[in-house]
């Protein structure tokens, strides 16, 4: 196991002793919010855990894309519902929106569950950090589709306000997902980078 793959695990690994000391002290005070902020963190640890397994077999050169005909939009719309509920659950106040909805193409060929894994990803990343606004889009640029999303929040220095419970599994699954997608001599990759005119953060994954 790499290095980084064994910090990742330590993380998962304390992250679960929070949680086990959450379900303990509701042995004694079993209220409903406890009781949700406890669910929430098991269905946290519960993606992680998929994403750790997923960089697992990426590390061991066992990742393929299983690419179809998607429709990007759609998945954008998928995508936006559930964290518009998640950020509402949390009481996260967060305006999470499409951006440029109308530029997304069509279709285009990529492994749909790996891709939302690592869009998943990135967007928990930016929820951590934006202050107000996310967006989310895909759109095509030179001959690639790009998934970006975008965050309000201080920029590419700023301290992680959740770094206590943060896995460090976000830019290594999006990076692992991206390569396993590829066109003849053409790879995904990702790439971070900072918009001072917009005042915003923004990822992108580039697929080939």
């Given amino acids: 196991m790499s290095t980084a793959l064994a910090l990742i695990a330590?993380?998962?690994k304390n992250a679960l002793g929070v949680?086990?000391?959450?379900?303990?002290s509701m042995i004694d005070d079993p209220t409903p919010i406890a009781a949700q902020a406890a669910y929430m963190h098991c269905t946290d640890l519960r993606r992680h855990f998929i994403q750790f397994l997923t960089l697992y077999s990426a590390e061991s050169g066992q990742l393929d894309a299983l690419c179809e005909d998607e429709s990007p939009a759609e998945m954008l719309q998928h995508m936006l519902r559930v964290w518009q509920l998640k950020a509402k659950s949390e009481n996260l106040p967060l305006n999470i929106s499409i951006k440029d909805e109308d530029q997304a193409p069509v279709f285009w060929y990529f492994d749909r569950?790996?891709?939302?894994?690592?869009?998943?990803?990135?967007?928990?990343n930016a929820m951590r950090f934006a202050r107000s606004r996310v967006t989310v889009a895909a759109?095509?640029?030179?001959?690639?589709?790009?998934?970006?999303?975008a965050d309000d929040g201080p920029g590419l220095d700023a301290t992680d306000p959740s770094a206590p419970h943060a896995t460090g599994l976000g830019t290594a699954l999006?990076?692992?997902?991206?390569?396993?997608?590829h066109l003849k001599e053409r790879c995904g990759h990702v790439a971070v980078r900072r918009d001072e005119a917009a005042q915003e953060t923004i990822f992108e994954m580039l697929l080939p």
């Fill in 10 to 12: 330590h993380d998962l």
């Fill in 19 to 24: 949680l086990e000391g959450e379900l303990e």
């Fill in 113 to 124: 569950r790996l891709v939302q894994m690592a869009l998943d990803a990135a967007l928990h």
């Fill in 139 to 149: 759109y095509k640029r030179d001959g690639a589709l790009v998934w970006e999303v």
């Fill in 174 to 181: 999006c990076e692992a997902v991206a390569r396993a997608h």
